[in-house]
Nanobody, 127 residues
Framework: EVQLVESGGGLVQAGGSLRLSCVASGSTFDHYGVSWFRQAPGKEREGISCISNEGSKTVYAESVKGRFTVSRDNAKNTVYLQMDSLKSEDTAVYSC????????????????????WGQGTQVTVSS
């Protein structure tokens, strides 16, 4: 059983930055691919980024490409999402999800079935 806990959300002005963390406990994290999702009020959940288990592959949605950077530190059981040049439309609850597949390289990351989900952290960008 893996538990995922996100942190780092908050209120920031447009153009600002935040770094989200997704910390895993309960298992060796380097066996899991991890993705970030977000859901804004009244909208469907959107997959925005994915990183493979060793960090060799990263993928981004067009809506965040060039502004967000995903990384991981398996020694700390943590995946990060650095968010720069934030816009009001980035306001959402951000969640991380993990899939236990060492050979997973983010194919279909927005639609695959994940093994574990975090509770989410609120990001609010004021314009």
């Amino acid at each position: 059983e893996v538990q995922l806990v996100e942190s780092g959300g908050g209120l920031v002005q447009a153009g600002g930055s935040l770094r989200l963390s997704c910390v895993a406990s309960g298992s060796t994290f380097d066996h899991y691919g991890v993705s970030w999702f977000r859901q804004a009020p009244g909208k469907e959940r959107e997959g925005i980024s994915c990183i493979s288990n060793e960090g060799s592959k990263t993928v981004y949605a067009e809506s965040v490409k060039g502004r967000f950077t995903v990384s991981r530190d398996n020694a700390k059981n943590t995946v990060y999402l650095q968010m720069d040049s934030l816009k009001s439309e980035d306001t959402a609850v951000y969640s991380c999800a993990a899939v236990g597949a060492p050979d997973y390289y983010c194919a279909g990351y927005g639609i695959i079935r994940y093994d574990y989900w975090g509770q989410g952290t609120q990001v609010t960008v004021s314009s």
